[in-house]
C-alpha cells in the first residue's frame, strides 16, 4: 500500500494541485481544510508518513500549531509551505520544528524529494523507537540483582571484580550473567554493551 500524506490547504485549487503532485508520484494524501481541522484528529503515527501544511498563518498560529502536535505525542514530520516573499513564516516554521520548508511554487523533484526523505527518516525514528520500548521492556524483566550485574559486566568488569563488588561468588555471578543474557535474548557481551550504548545507559556512575 502506497504512504500516505496528510495535506493541510484552506485553498481548493491549491490543494488540489498539491494532491495531484503526490497522487502522481505514488503516495495517497488525506486532506483537511485548515490547521484547526487536523488537530481535531490528530494522525496516527505508526505507520511511516508526513503532514504538509500550507495555510496563510501568522506567528502564533504556527508556533500553535507544533505545539500542539508535540503535546498531543505525533512524531510525524512537518513539511511547510510558505507564500512567495513569505519568509519571516518559512523562518519561524523551521524553527518551532518543521522538517523543511519550501516556498510556493514549489519545483516538483525537489519537493518530492524532500517527502521521500522526510517519510524515510520517520520510517527509520519509528524502527529506532520500536527497539528501544522492546529492549527496556526486556531490561524490565531483570531482578534487582540481574540488573546490578548487567550493570557492571557493560562497564567492563569481571566476573571476579564483579563478585567483590556486590560480596558474592564467580559462580553466582555467572549465573546471573546467564539470566542477564537470556532475558535480554543477546548472545556476547559485546552485544550487551552495545544495546546498552544504544539506551543511553553507559553514564557515569558513582565509584
Request: one cysteine or more; charged letters at 30%; proline letters at 3%.
Amino acid at each position: 500500500m502506497s504512504v500516505l500524506v496528510h495535506l493541510v490547504d484552506g485553498d481548493a485549487v491549491s490543494q488540489a494541485g498539491i494532491g495531484d503532485m503526490l497522487q502522481s508520484s505514488g503516495y495517497r494524501t488525506k486532506a483537511y481544510g485548515s490547521a484547526d481541522e487536523i488537530l481535531q484528529q490528530i494522525p496516527d503515527d505508526e505507520s511511516a508518513s508526513c503532514i504538509v501544511i500550507d495555510v496563510p498563518a501568522p506567528d502564533t498560529v504556527v508556533r500553535d500549531l507544533f505545539d500542539r502536535l508535540s503535546k498531543a505525542g505525533s512524531k510525524l514530520p512537518v513539511i511547510f509551505l510558505a507564500g512567495q516573499g513569505d519568509v519571516r513564516a518559512g523562518v519561524k516554521a523551521m524553527k518551532a520544528g518543521a522538517e523543511d520548508v519550501f516556498t510556493k511554487p514549489v519545483e516538483r523533484d525537489e519537493f518530492i524529494e524532500a517527502i521521500d526523505k522526510a517519510i524515510a527518516r520517520h520510517r527509520l525514528a519509528h524502527a529506532q523507537d520500536g527497539w528501544a520500548r522492546m529492549v527496556m521492556a526486556r531490561l524490565q524483566q531483570l531482578t534487582r540483582r540481574e540488573r546490578e550485574v548487567f550493570e557492571l559486566v557493560i562497564r567492563g568488569k569481571m566476573n571476579k571484580q564483579v563478585a567483590f563488588k556486590l560480596g558474592t561468588t564467580e559462580r553466582t555471578v555467572k549465573a546471573h550473567r546467564q539470566k542477564v543474557m537470556e532475558k535480554m535474548q543477546l548472545r556476547s557481551v559485546v552485544e550487551l554493551v552495545s544495546c546498552a550504548e544504544r539506551l543511553g545507559l553507559l553514564r557515569p556512575v558513582d565509584p
